[in-house]
């Protein structure tokens, strides 16, 4: 096992996140990921960060660096999308609870008339998890007509459904109403105010010997497929520096709502300092206050899990752990990304992780994170 690297600052001493480097060690022995990078920030201090492992193990093997780029799948959408999204609403450009259909008219097709901007930020929309577009069209315009077509499964706002579709969807209205590419948008009007150097979509070439590894091949998408993929031009080898999901690589080129953010955990960390600073930054805010407060409240009530706008909520969501509190929120990533924000402690918690490298056949990230939370909750408190 590769030793770990680490450098703490603040009050925090570094024997009390001996039992965190444990249980992160103990992780990449049991094949749960290779590496990974922890970042830790409390009183808006980073009191921790500490990188582990190897950013790749084929077809060489690579040490993870402090500063390494990963590529943070989901965590796109609260970071990136949401973001965008409620800035147009902030600027006026767009308002929650207005039907999608006022924005995209083709989107109220097939009884999803009713289906307002909130509802896609809160998953709520009646939309499907998750489907393999690439297989069915060939561009993002015919991507977007597919999902206007399709029917929703329940009625909006009566079920939380976890769905890639909307954040693509959401996407595509900022690109129609702030008129830029997402990419664009969030170089432009998102990246200044944060201060990122690294964060970004599509990283160029020069980043990728500090791009860290996911998916030997689609393999997962692959056999998922089944017949289905048959015959499709399905990438083969170690994927690093693009994007990992199929959807965002085959039909967006890497640009998408719901996946193609790739950043540092320094720079995650950052991002959620400001959600637990209300928006605030030296450069400007990036979203008003109460345009925070609504983004990381519950906003679906007595459904079975909360849901903020674009965030998870503390109520069903065991990844943050036994520990956190009530008005914890965050969001995790398909590749092993997680950011936790625990505003009561003032504590900002980043994990990012490659357990899909060099294959995603585990799913033991989930227990592991909820442990993780956990152990760095006890080490601060300590």
Known sequence: MR????????????????????LVEQGMAAGTFPGAVVHVRRDARVVWHHAFGWAAVTPRRRTMRSDAVFDLASLTKPIATATAVLQLVEHGILQLDHPVADYLPAFGASGKQAVTVRHLLTHTSGLPAWIRLYLRVRTPAEALRYICALSPGAAPGSRVEYSDLGFIVLGELVRACGELSLDRYLDARIAPLVGWRRTRFRPPAAWRPRCVATEAGNEFERAAAGAEGKGFRWRT??????????????????????????????????????????????????????????????????LEEARGLGWRCRRGSPFMGARASAEAFGHTGFTGTSLLVDRPRALVVVLLTNRVHPRAATTAIETFRAQFHDAVIEAIES
Do not use: K, W
């Open 3 to 22: 030793p770990a690297r680490s450098a703490v600052r603040g009050p925090v001493s570094s024997a009390q996140f001996a039992q965190v480097q444990r």
């Open 237 to 302: 080898g170690v994927i690093c520096g693009e994007v990992h999901d199929g959807n965002s690589y085959y039909l967006y080129r890497g640009v998408a709502g719901h996946a193609g953010l790739f950043s540092t955990a320094e720079e995650v960390g950052r991002f959620g300092q400001i959600m637990l600073d209300f928006g605030a930054t030296p450069h400007g805010a990036v979203l008003a206050r109460r345009t925070v407060a609504e983004a990381t409240r519950d906003q679906t009530g007595q």
